[in-house]
């Protein structure tokens, strides 16, 4: 047998569906309503169902019956969202509810009748409160096992402990088929064809012959038409602020005071964390100046964070916000009178967590002092930049430079990227190690080997690629030796050779050598990133005109601008562009 | 036999100890790989010179990056990254500030982990602190826009390398620093002519000046990018194209393109 069931108070809405429904749609309870599904009724209103509507009718025999029925659509989600504030009301009188679905809550029993005195007391409280709060009707039972209890709330029956057999006996086998989700239509049909029509006769057959004439579920249902439970109710835990905060009385306006109250700060939440076998991958830092003004920001990190990670964070975070006040307030740095602003309230909170069992260093000392040192003033620059102020790259697919690499802020998981994944950990990109030729051509060798793996990008302009990519093209003309501006026809060819070039309205400089057009027209099926035109190098003499031209909004391009004076006036210029829309534009310099 | 109980012992205790070593190598090799993006290569990074890429060792004085050292780099991205690459690829670790339109791809390519390079590419008017916070942790610092520094700055940036044992590579001028290396730029090499072909290589003329053992101003060739992306050696690349000649333009192989 098993142990008895424990003493299961179930609360079950009426037609929930349609309930939600009616209150989502602003249709008036008088009306007769029902939520219909693939064409048949799923559930009616009482008002209906005084008409004629039932479950499983189609809905235009629904509406022969009921010529005024007011038709609505099933929506799961609705059904929850609605129903989460009859869980509130519950949840206020007493803990532990379980959502078994949206219509149908269960929590155990005995917390509420013994504080409420009896169970009649109980139901009466929970079924006022439920309308008083919600204005949704609802019916109470309390049986030995969720089944049972279930069954008693749509009857509306307490049933006594231990009597939960009789109760169900005298049942129809069809209740074992209510529940939606569930679908014992064969087992029912099967089991009234046997002349076993209620869930007693059902019940009186031995175990054994059960599990092995129909199988694991009719295992089940028999289970519960016995009043067993086939499982206890898991609690619905109402969700806990994983947060601490400090009222700091003086207000910190120094930095090392700031850093002491967040180290004790700290420890309280990591014990609060702790406690719940959790650690921390994103820390909530909120404060509060004493002019009132909330300053926030969420620090994500690659790992969970340990206590003294969390010390720093808060430090780094408290240093950035005084000293950005005390800029903004004219002031010293470092030097400050107690009575301008500062910090009144510091909280804390765990915005993301993960079971404390991730944060385990690796076993044969892999994170490495080196990898910390990097990892903690890369975060030190995220204190006085933003988390946006620092990057890591991750290599991707695409043709053109600048859609390849994708930035990723520092602390983000990095996504592993084809290129080093391809190449694996021991290539090291292929750097040759001893000049000459035998080297270079070994490493193109491999290079080209590995390159087989890489999932393929044809029209991808192969290494060198450029080592400078604007940020916004640069617009440039091209000429051809007579003076006629070189376009590219609609064969993806040039009108003619280019023999002359100005860099965004500079003076003319000469074209040395170019290769291309590579035809490039890819995501044509997209109207806003997708782009078809061609790629061209091409070489231009006299670079220092180039550089100032070009690189205008380029720190790179600075510096070679005031460098200029020492490249020789035979240097050439190479520059990867794009022509767009019979546009010609400097995409990158090989500079 | 007594003289050979202790040898097979040692021999025996040395084959465990082999055994062992061999081991925690694969175990290690395995959590790295494991661990994704933090493998850390192994770290023979405590040498006082940080590595460079062999066509560029005979270049520099000492043959690397000197730790604590500031080293200018003049006219050319292409130049930092084949600087940087190495000792990246060795695990150091590299921060590029100030330099949004770096090639990514092409960092890559030189031989650069992207997984161990920090892009700061707008540290505004917080540079100084950035660049310092940096140099605290990160192997390489490559600073871009140092001009409007003020000579006090500077100064200070060059003492928190040299106190922490970073590597300062401004980008363009640099009052006070121990190395210049400027690259000449000169022929790239793999334009047939007409179109054909495409840009492989460059043959670039490295002049490094600085003070102390520097003074001279070396001068060496290097390909700069080699025919991978990496820096190489001057010799011509198998299977590249011939120089571009400027005077024989393009006429013809427009009329090859035309004929075809």
């Known amino acids: ?591 | 036999m007594v003289g050979v109980e202790p040898a097979a012992d040692e021999r025996a205790a040395r084959l465990h100890e082999a055994r062992l070593h061999e081991a925690r190598s694969v175990l290690g090799r395995a959590t790295r790989a494991w661990g994704g993006q933090r493998a850390s290569a192994p770290s023979v990074l405590d040498e006082r010179v940080l590595p460079v890429a062999g066509p560029l060792r005979s270049a520099l004085p000492g043959g690397g990056l000197r730790r604590g050292g500031v080293i200018a780099v003049r006219s050319s991205t292409g130049l930092l990254l084949a600087l940087l690459a190495e000792a990246s690829a060795e695990g150091a670790w590299c921060a590029l500030v100030g330099l949004p339109e770096v090639g990514l791809v092409a960092a890559a390519e030189a031989g650069l982990a992207l997984s161990r390079v920090a892009l700061v590419p707008r540290p505004g008017a917080d540079l100084v602190a950035v660049t310092a916070a940096l140099l605290d942790g990160v192997d390489l610092v490559a600073v871009a826009g140092v001009e409007r520094l003020r000579a006090g700055d500077r100064q200070r940036l060059a003492a928190r390398a040299r106190h922490r044992g970073a590597v300062l590579l401004p980008v363009g001028r640099w009052p006070g620093a121990d190395l210049e290396v400027a690259a000449v730029a000169g022929q790239w090499q793999g334009l047939v002519g007409g179109g054909a072909g495409r840009l492989r290589c460059r043959k670039v003329k490295l002049r490094v000046s600085g003070r102390g053992a520097a003074h001279r101003g070396r001068a060496t060739s290097v390909l700069l990018p080699g025919p991978n992306g990496a820096v190489a050696g001057v010799e011509w690349p198998v299977g590249g194209g011939r120089p571009v000649d400027p005077g024989r333009s393009a006429e013809a192989g427009v009329s090859e393109r035309a004929a075809g």
């Open chain 1, 1 to 591: 047998m098993g142990e008895p069931p424990p003493r299961i108070l179930a609360l079950w809405c009426p037609d929930w569906p349609v309930v939600a429904a009616v209150a989502a749609a602003g249709v008036g309870r008088h009306r007769p309503a029902a939520v219909v599904v693939a064409n048949r009724v799923l559930a009616c209103s009482a008002v209906a169902r005084a008409q004629g509507v039932r479950r499983g009718l189609r809905r235009r025999e629904a509406q022969a019956r009921c010529p005024e029925l007011v038709v609505l659509g099933a929506d799961s989600e609705r059904d929850a969202r609605l129903f989460e504030q009859v869980a509130v009301a519950v949840e206020e009188l007493a803990p532990g509810v379980e959502v078994v679905r949206p219509g149908l809550i269960a929590l155990l029993a005995q917390g509420p009748v013994g504080y409420f005195g009896g169970t009649r007391p109980v139901a009466e409280r929970l079924i006022d409160h439920v309308a008083g709060r919600t204005g949704v009707e609802c019916q109470i039972g309390i049986a030995d096992g969720l089944f049972a209890a279930t069954l008693a709330a749509h009857r509306g029956v307490l049933v006594e402990p231990g009597r939960v057999e009789e109760f169900l006996a005298p049942l129809s086998v069809d209740e074992l088929d209510r529940e939606p989700g569930v679908d014992r239509a064969e087992l029912i049909d099967l089991l009234r064809r046997l002349g076993l029509r209620s869930l007693g006769a059902f019940a009186r057959l031995p175990a054994s012959d059960v599990a092995s004439r129909f199988g694991a579920d009719a295992v089940l249902a028999h289970r519960l038409s016995r009043g067993l439970d086939p499982r206890p109710p898991a609690r619905r835990r109402p969700p806990e602020e994983l947060a601490v905060a400090l009222e700091l009385d003086p207000p910190v306006t120094r930095v090392d005071a700031a850093a002491f109250a967040s180290r004790a700060l700290a420890e309280r939440l990591h014990r609060l964390l702790a406690g719940h076998g959790l650690a921390c991958t994103r820390l909530g830092i909120q404060a509060r100046t004493l002019d009132g003004v909330e300053l926030s920001r969420v620090w994500r990190c690659a790992e969970p964070l340990t206590p003294a990670g969390t010390v720093d964070r808060v430090r780094w975070q408290l240093e950035a916000w005084l000293t950005r006040e005390l800029i903004r307030r004219g002031e010293p740095v470092g030097e400050v009178g107690a009575e301008s602003g500062g910090i009144g309230l510091l909280r804390l909170s765990g915005e993301e967590v993960v079971t404390a069992g991730a944060l385990q260093l690796g076993l044969w000392g892999d994170v490495g002092a080196a990898d910390e040192r990097a990892g903690r003033a890369l975060v030190r620059v995220q204190a006085l930049l933003g988390p946006e102020g620092v990057f890591t790259a991750v290599l991707g697919g695409g043709r053109d430079p600048a859609e390849r690499a994708r930035l990723v802020p520092w602390g983000d998981e990095r996504p592993a990227s084809d290129v080093e994944l391809a190449m694996g950990p021991g290539m090291g990109l292929g750097v040759p190690t001893v000049g000459g030729s035998a080297s270079a051509a070994g490493t193109v060798r491999a290079r080209g080997s590995d390159a087989g793996e890489l999932p393929p990008w044809p029209g991808r302009l192969p290494a060198p690629s450029p080592t400078t990519v604007l940020a916004r093209p640069v617009p440039i003309e091209l000429w051809d030796s007579s003076g006629n501006p070189v376009r590219v026809t609609d064969r993806y060819l040039l009108t003619s050779a280019p023999a002359s070039a100005a860099v965004d309205g500079g003076r003319p400089v000469p074209v040395h050598g170019w290769a291309g057009p590579w035809p490039l027209d890819q995501r044509w099926w997209d109207t806003t990133a997708g782009w078809r035109g061609s790629r061209l190098q091409v070489l231009l003499g006299g670079s220092a005109g180039i550089g100032e031209g070009v690189a205008v909004d380029s720190a790179v391009g600075r510096a070679a601008g005031h460098g200029g004076a020492r490249v020789a006036e035979s240097a050439d210029a190479a520059l990867l562009l794009f022509c767009r829309d019979g546009r010609w534009s400097v995409a990158g310099l090989y500079d």
